[in-house]
């Protein structure tokens, strides 16, 4: 499928990543903008993502995030989300100057820690059309205290403040290992499934992805909380899809903030584990993002799509 190279600016950095022009007849489509979760890099099946959206009438713009992968940004390796939520919406501009985007049918994609700004995203920026969340972080604060076992919390609270005192005097950020082998090793995501798939997809797909973030980068996901932005996304559909057996974000936190949205809404709770959805349950979590999209920013004639019955909203 043909992609072509971007780059934008996003007022104080360049990001970089691709488009991926829809397939079918006509001049402009609807455009779908896509980044990745917690310090994974676009190579790290985002083109499958957008290969399917393609398929059906859509364009997908996908971007590297600050600090990550392609794209510029320092200090290399730091994960701020509010940030990142400004560049989403540095990215939907950029769309909307390109010949092949219809400006006023532009939706947002969102997996894991970009599944948590999709939402604020959608909240806060109208010319948003339709959002899709998938295994998302909904609560920071929450979640890191399932993450890290209680007693471990002061130890963790200990380094963030030395770090802060360090980088006061003018020291560069500590850092700390995205993933571990042993899962009660330091680490941003100490969970096994974690520590599989990010090894296991940099082996395969993304040599460019580096096993470390700044330590406040895991501070700074303990003050986030996106599900308070949940309830404002209405009017604009938002279909959120977690996972059974989501052990990194999990799936009770993302159930409770989906009874806070408001119509139109639909949850889709897959099967598997937080990285399962992007393996053996690519094709439904793919399917069901595409219909979504098709059925609320409008679709190609039904030969033109592959088989996959419409998600009606509730």
Request: glycine share 6%; no cysteine; aromatic share 12%.
């Given at each position: 499928?043909?992609?072509?190279?971007?780059?934008?600016?996003?007022?104080?950095?360049?990001?970089?990543?691709?488009?991926?022009?829809?397939?079918?007849?006509?001049?402009?489509?609807?455009?779908?903008?896509?980044?990745?979760?917690?310090?994974?890099?676009?190579?790290?099946?985002l083109d499958r993502y957008a290969e399917v959206f393609?398929?059906?009438?859509?364009?997908?713009?996908?971007?590297?995030?600050?600090?990550?992968?392609?794209?510029?940004?320092?200090?290399?390796?730091?994960?701020?989300?509010?940030?990142?939520?400004?560049?989403?919406?540095?990215?939907?501009?950029?769309?909307?100057?390109?010949?092949?985007?219809?400006?006023?049918?532009?939706?947002?994609?969102?997996?894991?820690?970009?599944?948590?700004?999709?939402?604020?995203?959608?909240?806060?920026?109208?010319?948003?059309?339709?959002?899709?969340?998938?295994?998302?972080?909904?609560?920071?604060?929450?979640?890191?205290?399932?993450?890290?076992?209680?007693?471990?919390?002061?130890?963790?609270?200990?380094?963030?403040?030395?770090?802060?005192?360090?980088?006061?005097?003018?020291?560069?950020?500590?850092?700390?290992?995205?993933?571990?082998?042993?899962?009660?090793?330091?680490?941003?995501?100490?969970?096994?499934?974690?520590?599989?798939?990010?090894t296991e997809s940099h082996k395969s797909m993304a040599?460019?992805?580096?096993?470390?973030?700044?330590?406040?980068?895991?501070?700074?996901?303990?003050?986030?909380?996106?599900?308070?932005?949940?309830?404002?996304?209405s009017p604009t559909p938002l279909l959120l899809l977690?996972?059974?057996?989501?052990?990194?974000?999990?799936?009770?936190?993302?159930?409770?903030?989906?009874?806070?949205?408001?119509?139109?809404?639909?949850?889709?709770?897959?099967?598997?584990?937080?990285?399962?959805?992007?393996?053996?349950?690519?094709?439904?979590?793919?399917?069901?993002?595409?219909?979504?999209?098709?059925?609320?920013?409008?679709?190609?004639?039904?030969?033109?799509?592959?088989?996959?019955?419409?998600?009606?909203?509730?």
């Open positions: 499928m043909t992609r072509r190279d971007i780059e934008f600016s996003a007022e104080d950095v360049t990001l970089r990543g691709w488009f991926y022009p829809a397939q079918g007849p006509g001049t402009s489509h609807p455009t779908i903008v896509m980044a990745h979760g917690y310090s994974a890099v676009k190579e790290m099946y393609a398929a059906a009438g859509l364009n997908a713009l996908v971007f590297d995030n600050r600090n990550f992968g392609a794209s510029d940004g320092e200090p290399r390796q730091e994960i701020d989300p509010w940030a990142q939520i400004r560049d989403y919406r540095h990215a939907i501009t950029y769309a909307t100057t390109l010949p092949e985007v219809d400006v006023n049918r532009i939706g947002v994609w969102g997996s894991s820690y970009s599944g948590g700004h999709v939402l604020v995203v959608g909240a806060q920026d109208r010319r948003v059309k339709a959002v899709v969340s998938q295994a998302a972080l909904v609560d920071g604060y929450q979640n890191f205290r399932r993450l890290v076992r209680p007693d471990f919390i002061a130890g963790f609270q200990e380094q963030f403040d030395a770090d802060r005192l360090a980088r006061f005097h003018g020291q560069a950020p500590a850092m700390v290992p995205v993933v571990a082998e042993d899962p009660l090793a330091p680490s941003a995501l100490p969970t096994p499934d974690s520590y599989q798939w990010f040599p460019s992805w580096r096993n470390e973030v700044t330590l406040r980068s895991v501070e700074m996901l303990g003050e986030y909380v996106p599900a308070s932005f949940i309830e404002y996304i977690p996972a059974v057996n989501d052990v990194l974000t999990p799936t009770d936190l993302a159930i409770a903030a989906y009874e806070k949205a408001r119509e139109p809404k639909r949850i889709e709770i897959l099967p598997g584990g937080h990285f399962d959805i992007y393996t053996k349950g690519f094709d439904q979590s793919s399917s069901l993002a595409r219909d979504w999209f098709t059925k609320h920013l409008g679709r190609l004639p039904e030969s033109s799509i592959p088989t996959t019955e419409l998600v009606n909203d509730v």
